[in-house]
């Protein structure tokens, strides 16, 4: 019998936008208390005008789509706090998400945004 392990959770500060871009197009999951609700990552973007003097990566945001045909109470939240997972390097927890207006360049349903500064 193998055992299988699960990676550690990513530290916050450990982060950084090279992690995302492979991901473009990827599936992850928002999870929190007894709901989950898939996302498609659809934008990773830097901001290197947003770095301060002790900074130790360039900011980035990403962006997240979810159809929003769906019945889910993640879809009815503004803001919310929770974990990540899609990643081969493991889960993201506890993070700060937020609901944001549909970029006009792309397709209708739910965007969701994190902002790592």
């Keep these: 019998m193998t055992e299988t392990t699960t990676p550690a959770p990513l530290s916050l500060a450990d982060i950084t936008a090279e992690i ?28 290197p005008d ?5 900074s130790t990566r360039t ?3 990403l962006v997240f789509h979810a159809s929003s045909e769906q019945e889910n109470p993640i879809l009815d939240a503004k803001d919310l706090i929770a974990n990540v997972h899609g990643l081969e390097q ?3 927890e506890t993070v700060s998400i937020q609901r944001i207006l549909r970029p006009p360049r792309l397709p209708a349903g739910a965007y969701f945004q994190i902002v790592f500064g």
């Design 20 to 47: 995302f871009t492979p991901y473009i197009e990827s599936t992850f999951i928002f999870s929190i208390q007894n709901h989950s609700l898939p996302v498609t990552l659809v934008e990773c973007r830097e901001n």
């Design 50 to 54: 947003g770095a301060g003097p002790d």
């Design 59 to 61: 900011p980035f945001t």
């Design 90 to 92: 493991g889960t993201i």
